[in-house]
Nanobody, 121 residues
Framework: EVQLVESGGGLVQPGGSLRLSCAAS????????LSWVRQAPGKGLEWVSA????????SYVDSVKGRFTISRDNAKNTLYLQMNSLKPEDTAVYYC???????WGRGYDYWGQGTQVTVSS
């Protein structure tokens, strides 16, 4: 059974940092691309970042470039999102998603339950 379990969310002040983690099991972690997707209150899903299976490629939505860093540890079956210089508009539920391929362009087949990130003073 594929499982993706996010953690690391919380309440942080503007300008602060958080590191999200996504622990994966039930599939060959190193063979698949992974992404972070978020959903702000009252809004639709927004793709945030992605990383390929071999860590050779990463991509970010423009609004987080230079502030967020995606990484993965294939030995620990864990995906990370380091978020710095957080802004109130980053407030959302953050989900990790498993791609159907080594990249991320063809969609996702499994999602985690999400972790809440709230940026507020």
């Amino acid at each position: 059974e594929v499982q993706l379990v996010e953690s690391g969310g919380g309440l942080v002040q503007p300008g602060g940092s958080l590191r999200l983690s996504c622990a994966a099991s039930g599939f060959t972690f190193s063979s698949y691309g992974l992404s972070w997707v978020r959903q702000a209150p009252g809004k639709g899903l927004e793709w945030v970042s992605a990383i390929s299976s071999g860590v050779t490629s990463t991509s970010y939505v423009d609004s987080v470039k230079g502030r967020f860093t995606i990484s993965r540890d294939n030995a620990k079956n864990t995906l990370y999102l380091q978020m710095n210089s957080l802004k109130p508009e980053d407030t959302a539920v953050y989900y990790c998603a498993k791609a159907v391929e080594s990249g991320w362009g063809r969609g996702y087949d499994y999602w985690g339950q999400g972790t809440q990130v709230t940026v507020s003073s």
